[in-house]
């Protein structure tokens, strides 16, 4: 029996809080061989007391060696199999936008990109022009755009980045990125992976063959490139399969996606730990589960900021009190991933968790760091089972047989 | 290729012996946040010296954060998918008091309840009836009871308990309890989960119209309920699998019923450490695998009696000299689950386990407790595992692959 359709069985409804913190790409690495992490040179005494109270662990977003995304890496601590629940760029992208998406739409991811007299891409992000020219050429897309049957939905995302969405009938997912990944090359077609999708491809060409008539006064931004073309699948919804009401506190249209893809009710906040604290506080008694998501901590190590990282989790360190005042009946605080500032992108390491509640069965463990939550009592396991120990913390799970 | 298979592939008999001790509910919960658990408070010398000298680490039953039944607990032990292999409380409680259960037998959990004159439930154990008077009932139930086809088979358990088995052609399973878990309402009628069994769910519902009926003067004991009622499909057999004689060394029927299951043959034995090594010593020559249930530490667990789990611990250490003596080539001490006497439950937490044998790579582990076995060379794994190592342990499996 897989481990959802287990939980699903098993959930029965309480009066317990929880809470599931995600400082994002939390995990790290030295910067020399024998210097520590940013998570273990960070000064915080909050959370090295609650890892002391809590059991901790490591977890494994994917499987050893694997760099996930933040797709799969947030669907796992969901509780999702990210090796069997696999969900297209395009769709997070889209979902991350605000665009209300049904099933059998397909989305996709859209940087505007430049390309030469020739046809080859010179730049795929399009000098990283502004979010608002971003915004006029989005807007002039929309409108110009005609494909027969087909109604085209496009928002901004930032800068080059934007998302498109096809709806019509018999549309199909299976269809590859016409971004190249690299320049000095022209942008590929989308091409079919299975006979179905054959249709949808025509149509997605169909549209990069319009867009590019009509940016070809637009230079940097005179074509697009689409990557992660997926159709809408809507997840099993936490909130039916774990019997709580859910609710996602996040800034970034990414994580918001997501969670909503999860079934979550996302809140509307204003990005930073103490506005996003301020709104659970708000919804606090309205919800039973609380994803609160913090991006600093993997912007900065995307930045290579080793010390920036350093500072985002002082900074969630100084706010912790202010959580730790809820009094929930469990607390979990990890990663979606690794992004150590020296790799300058996610990694495939595992991510430290601390759990706290008043059954917990407390560890050794007296701070929180990559090499102290080795000797955790939660040992290392797959970022997926999360979910079981927080319900179960909460006393909502049923014994399994009798 | 499933574990069981592989290890029936690779077993190979030779003349070691090995003996599975199951402490059951060993693990445990500190009493307060930086307080130990009954394990770690305990003193067992004995058992300390053991675990020093043996490989030690934490068991997972069935999955992090599923707290297992008594069944799959104990399945998951000696080598089984506890999510593959699911059996009924009927079924385990029917072989548990002996009765000799054929392949499409149905068997439920029987208890005797009260009920007002509206028919609704106001007592779900009968006031703990005397084994007796259940006896007595019983007796008459079976006596009187007439369903065409059918054999009825019941027997009495303990206090209110009792198994009901359901003989005949074209039983099927797939049927829901009577019991309604709670009091002030009426018994539920069973219902066929699927159509195959609508013709069982009638007979049963039978049943219950005519014990109703028998029991009309005997309030406090005036109805049944039934509880996991399950066809019997008897699993592929320990000694066939591991190529070796197996016993079962346990007082209580649920136990029994787990180890017959499993095609162990169920020793006669009384009750208690002492009788139980007695019966060991005696059929020591006999068998290759011992498995022995103590049950005391789970129901201390189960009364939230910390104290008195802390001497149930004790009390086998005492007689760990006793095992020891008879130099067995193996020997692995566990329980199957946890049974924290804060939760007076059952609970989801890992089980400390140490593995003696002369070539276990013995690790720093040098007592024998929830903490300390985080630290051991086990790690951290499936209990499902553990039979693997036993027998590995017993140089019993050839090399995989060449």
């Not at 939390?26 to 040179?41: M, R």
């Not at 901790?56 to 969901?78: D, K, N, R, Y």
């Not at 020219?133 to 494909?147: H, S, V």
């Not at 006064?217 to 859910?246: C, F, V, W």
Request: charged share 20%; with cysteine; hydrophobic share 40%.
């Amino acid at each position: 029996m897989e481990q959802l359709e287990l939980l699903s069985e098993l959930c029965t409804p309480n009066k317990s809080k929880m809470i599931l913190l995600v400082m994002d790409g939390l995990g790290g690495l030295p910067q020399t061989a024998d210097g520590k992490t940013e998570l273990e040179t960070a000064h915080k005494p909050n959370l090295d007391q609650l890892a002391t109270e809590s059991v901790c662990g490591l977890l494994e977003p994917v499987l050893p060696g694997i760099t996930p995304g933040s797709g799969p890496a947030h669907l796992a601590l969901f509780g999702y199999d990210p090796l069997k629940y696999i969900v297209g760029r395009g769709v997070l992208s889209a979902l991350g936008v605000g665009i209300d998406l049904q099933p059998s739409d397909i989305a996709a991811r859209l940087n505007f990109a430049g390309m030469d007299d020739q046809g080859l891409i010179t730049d795929r992000r399009a000098g990283r022009i502004a979010t608002e020219k971003n915004q006029e050429l989005t807007a002039m897309l929309t409108r110009e755009i005609k494909i027969p049957g087909i109604q085209l939905i496009m928002r901004t995302e930032k800068e080059h980045r934007a998302a498109a969405v096809f709806r019509g009938t018999g549309l199909h997912d299976g269809l590859t990125d016409t971004d190249p990944q690299i320049t000095k090359v022209p942008a590929k077609p989308v091409t079919a992976l299975n006979p179905q999708a054959e249709g949808t491809a025509r149509i997605i060409n169909e549209f990069v063959v319009q867009a590019n008539k009509l940016l070809s006064g637009h230079h940097p931004a005179n074509t697009i490139l689409l990557r992660g073309i997926d159709s809408y699948r809507p997840l099993p919804a936490m909130p039916e399969k774990y019997q709580m009401r859910t609710a996602a506190i996040a800034g970034y249209p990414m994580y918001r996606g997501v969670a909503q893809l999860a079934g979550m009710t996302v809140l509307e906040t204003e990005n930073g730990i103490v506005p996003q604290l301020q709104t659970l506080e708000k919804y606090y008694p309205d919800f039973d589960f609380f994803f609160v998501h913090i991006k600093k901590t993997d912007s900065m190590g995307e930045d290579g900021n080793f010390a920036g990282k350093v500072a985002a989790i002082e900074e969630v360190d100084q706010y912790l009190p202010q959580l730790l005042a809820l009094k929930s009946d469990v607390l979990a605080i990890t990663g979606d991933h690794s992004t150590p500032a020296v790799l300058k992108s996610h990694g495939w390491h595992p991510v430290p968790v601390l759990l706290y509640s008043n059954c917990c069965r407390p560890d050794e463990v007296t701070s929180f760091g990559e090499r102290a939550c080795i000797r955790g009592g939660l040992g290392h396991l797959p970022a997926s089972n999360l979910m079981a120990l927080i319900l179960a913390n909460a006393q909502r799970l049923q014994k399994f047989g009798a």
